[in-house]
């Protein structure tokens, strides 16, 4: 069920954020709730590597010509969780658009925006790239997702391999490509400011959290 890795990633944000928060002699501008939806920004790596999984076919099934495709589950679990941590994410990267966008920062002909470091030009231009290529790419790969799965029920198997790979290249290409940008262009653009705490700790618990998400979220079905 997609609630559970839904769930665990807002969990592990919300760890992390009130570990950030906590951490002695570091100081924090942001509320833990704000934090724990800036988190739901970062690009991830889980659902990308189960959509290339779950095209993969072993066994026999009366549904799709004797194939049994034993990822799928998994994967539209991710799939959908995904799909909601992005909708989270709209509201960072609409508010970082709305802040670039009130002072001019996106006049490209200007000399403001040619007075802005390289990092602010990055985070800015993944946020826009995010709100109106990502949205709309991402809009378009769930409908081929949908179609996919149709495609495997009526014995279709190789058609619904291609919507399923073609969904995930241009995922990659929009929303995910644009989280990298944004990150990038934050890191970059705070400096030797952005130094988190306990940094193998954040690690250790997005992977964890991430790993029970994956193998909750195929066990009860998309």
């Keep these: 069920?997609?609630?559970?890795?839904?769930?665990?990633?807002?969990t592990a944000n919300a760890i992390i954020a009130a570990i950030i928060k906590n951490t002695s002699g570091f100081h924090a501008d942001f509320a833990v709730w704000e934090l724990v939806l800036f988190f739901a920004a970062r690009?991830?790596?889980?659902?990308?590597?189960?959509?290339?999984?779950?095209?993969?076919?072993?066994?026999?099934?009366?549904?799709?010509?004797?194939?049994?495709?034993?990822?799928?589950s998994s994967f539209m679990s991710q799939f959908i969780a995904e799909f909601i941590l992005q909708l989270i994410a709209l509201y960072i990267m609409g508010r970082t658009a709305h802040f670039a966008t009130g002072r001019g920062y996106y006049l490209v002909?200007?000399?403001?925006?040619?007075?802005?470091?390289?990092?602010?030009?990055?985070?800015?231009?993944?946020?826009?790239?995010?709100?109106i290529i990502g949205s709309f790419s991402w809009l378009l790969a769930i409908g081929l997702i949908i179609v996919a799965a149709g495609r495997f029920n009526i014995k279709n198997p190789k058609v619904g391999t291609a919507y399923v790979m073609f969904a995930i290249t241009l995922s990659?290409?929009?929303?995910?490509?644009?989280?990298?940008?944004?990150?990038?262009?934050?890191?970059?653009?705070?400096?030797?400011?952005?130094?988190?705490p306990k940094l193998i700790h954040q690690g250790v618990i997005w992977g964890t959290f991430s790993l029970l998400g994956t193998i909750l979220g195929g066990g009860g079905g998309a």
């Design 1 to 10: 069920m997609w609630i559970f890795p839904l769930g665990l990633q807002l």
């Design 172 to 196: 990659l290409t929009s929303v995910w490509l644009a989280s990298w940008i944004f990150w990038v262009g934050f890191v970059r653009l705070a400096g030797p400011l952005y130094c988190p």
């Design 43 to 72: 690009p991830r790596l889980s659902w990308i590597v189960l959509g290339a999984f779950s095209v993969i076919s072993s066994g026999s099934s009366s549904h799709t010509k004797g194939r049994y495709f034993p990822w799928w």
């Design 109 to 131: 002909h200007t000399d403001l925006y040619r007075s802005l470091p390289p990092g602010a030009h990055m985070m800015y231009s993944g946020a826009l790239y995010y709100l």
